[in-house]
Every structure is written in C-alpha cells, then in structure tokens.
C-alpha cells in the first residue's frame, strides 16, 4: 500500500507487561516497531517474557505487511500477546519476540 511504512530499531528503553501483581515481561532491549496507522509497538525478547505462564492460543491473523501472527494466552486473559514465527522478510527482526496490547514504559 502506498505511504505504508515500518520501521524497526533496536530500543534500549525500559518496558514492562503486568497483569495484576504478575510481570509477564520486562526488557531493556525490546524492538521498536513503528507502523502507519498503528500506535508504537514494543517486541520483546522471548527470554525477556515469561512463557512459562502462556498457552498457545488458536488464534491466528494476517497483515499483509508482517505476515501471519500466532496468539498466546493466560488462563484469564484470551489472545494477550502476539509473535510472528514466519515474518515477511521486509520485519525478519521480530521473528520470535514478543508483542503485547499493553506494554508500560518505565521511566528510568
């Protein structure tokens, strides 16, 4: 699509995923990808996420500039993070990490 942009960069700020007193993720080096149309989106390191406590979900969508994102779950929280195992090749970098609705900036 015309005008479409994404631009993926190494970020060194602080973020963090919580779900009640539970922290499912926290990094100092997610990936920043930015998206036309879309807010800011932190992709974080599988080893910086605690996937011990994510079930695979079912759930599967489409972007025609990503690729096809498969879904995880908690017990109470159905489809609470996304990855993209086989990224289009123009956003290889994110293959394997992991993206949440609501990531929270953690000011230094």
């Given at each position: 699509?015309?005008?479409?942009t994404?631009?993926i960069e190494?970020?060194?700020?602080?973020?963090?995923?919580?779900?009640g007193?539970?922290v499912?993720?926290?990094s100092r080096r997610?990936l920043?990808?930015?998206?036309t149309?879309c807010?800011v989106?932190y992709y974080?390191?599988?080893e910086?996420?605690?996937?011990?406590?994510?079930?695979?979900?079912?759930t599967?969508t489409?972007?025609?500039?990503?690729?096809t994102?498969?879904?995880?779950?908690?017990p109470?929280a159905?489809d609470?993070?996304?990855e993209y195992?086989?990224?289009k090749?123009?956003?290889?970098?994110i293959?394997g990490h992991f993206?949440?609705?609501?990531?929270e900036?953690?000011?230094?």
């Open positions: 699509m015309a005008g479409h994404i631009t190494q970020g060194t700020v602080h973020v963090r995923v919580a779900r007193d539970e499912l993720g926290e997610p920043v990808l930015r998206e149309g807010p989106r974080l390191p599988p910086d996420v605690r996937t011990d406590l994510l079930k695979p979900s079912e599967h489409y972007c025609p500039f990503k690729g994102a498969s879904y995880w779950s908690l109470d159905q609470l993070v996304w195992p086989e990224p090749d123009e956003v290889a970098q293959k993206c949440f609705y609501d990531t900036v953690v000011e230094a």
